[in-house]
C-alpha cells in the first residue's frame, strides 16, 4: 500500500534557526498538501503542490514538491515560538483514488 | 462557518462499552474522512464517504467498528465493543470536490477507554 514518510520525527530549534522537514513517497504522488498541528489542536491546512518540481512561498515557509513527484520538503526560515507544532505532509495518490496518506509527521520545538 | 463539529470533546468509557462519536461537516462539503490519531501509528485514515455512500473502509480495524453517514450533514463512527487499545484521538474531516481539495479538521474527539 501506499506509505509516506517523513524525517525526522522531532526537531529541537533554537528560536532564530532554520528548520527542514522532508516527505518522501513509495508511489508518484498527483499532489502533496502540508499540514500543521499545534499541540492539543487539530491538523490545519497550509498549503498544496502539484506541479512537479513545484515552489511555494508562506512568509517564512518554503515548500517544494521533487521532480518525480514522489518527495517534498519544508523550510522554515529563523524560526519562532508560534512554529511550534507538528509538521505533516499528504499525499495523495495517482489512481484516482480520493483519500489522503498522511505522513508520520515532524514535531517541531522551538526553545526560546 | 461553523467548520467541522465533532461530538463529544472527550469521551471516557470501560472497556465493553459501547461508544458512539458524532461529526457534523462543513455545509456543502461532499466528502467525508474520519481518521485515528495515536502516538504510535499518526494519523490512520479509518472510512471516507462521497456523498454519504462509503468509498473505502478498508482503515477500519475490525468488525467492532462501524460508520454511517445517513444525511450529508451528520456522520456516526461507533466502537461496539470497545477495548483499552482503542484509545485515541478520533477525527472527522470533510472537503469539498476530488483532487485538490484541502481537507478541514474537527476538533477531535479524545478517546480513553479503561
Known amino acids: 500500500g501506499q506509505q509516506v514518510m517523513q524525517i525526522p520525527q522531532y526537531q529541537h530549534v533554537q528560536e532564530g534557526e532554520d528548520f527542514t522537514t522532508y516527505c518522501n513517497s513509495s508511489t508518484t504522488l498527483s499532489n502533496i498538501q502540508w499540514y500543521k498541528q499545534r499541540p492539543g489542536g487539530h491538523p490545519v491546512f497550509l498549503i498544496q503542490?502539484?506541479?512537479?518540481?513545484e515552489v511555494k512561498k508562506q512568509k517564512r515557509l518554503t515548500f517544494q514538491f521533487g521532480e518525480a513527484k514522489k518527495n517534498s520538503s519544508l523550510h522554515i526560515t529563523a524560526t519562532q515560538t508560534t512554529d511550534v507544532g507538528t509538521y505533516f505532509c499528504a499525499g495523495q495518490g495517482q489512481t484516482g483514488a480520493n483519500n489522503l496518506f498522511f505522513g508520520t509527521g515532524t514535531r517541531l520545538t522551538v526553545i526560546p | 462557518d461553523a467548520g467541522v463539529i465533532q461530538s463529544p470533546r472527550h469521551e471516557v468509557t470501560e472497556m465493553g462499552q459501547e461508544v458512539t462519536l458524532r461529526c457534523k461537516p462543513i455545509?456543502?462539503?461532499?466528502?467525508l474522512f474520519w481518521y485515528r490519531q495515536t502516538m504510535m501509528r499518526g494519523l490512520e485514515l479509518l472510512i471516507y464517504f462521497n456523498n454519504n455512500v462509503p468509498i473505502d473502509d478498508s482503515g477500519m480495524p475490525e468488525d467492532r467498528f462501524s460508520a454511517k453517514m445517513p444525511n450529508a450533514s451528520f456522520s456516526t463512527l461507533k466502537i461496539q465493543p470497545s477495548e483499552p487499545r482503542d484509545s485515541a484521538v478520533y477525527f472527522c474531516a470533510s472537503r469539498f470536490g476530488q483532487l485538490y481539495s484541502p481537507l478541514h479538521f474537527g476538533n477531535g474527539t479524545r478517546l480513553t477507554v479503561t
Open positions: 503542490l502539484v506541479k512537479s518540481g
Open positions: 455545509s456543502g462539503h461532499d466528502y
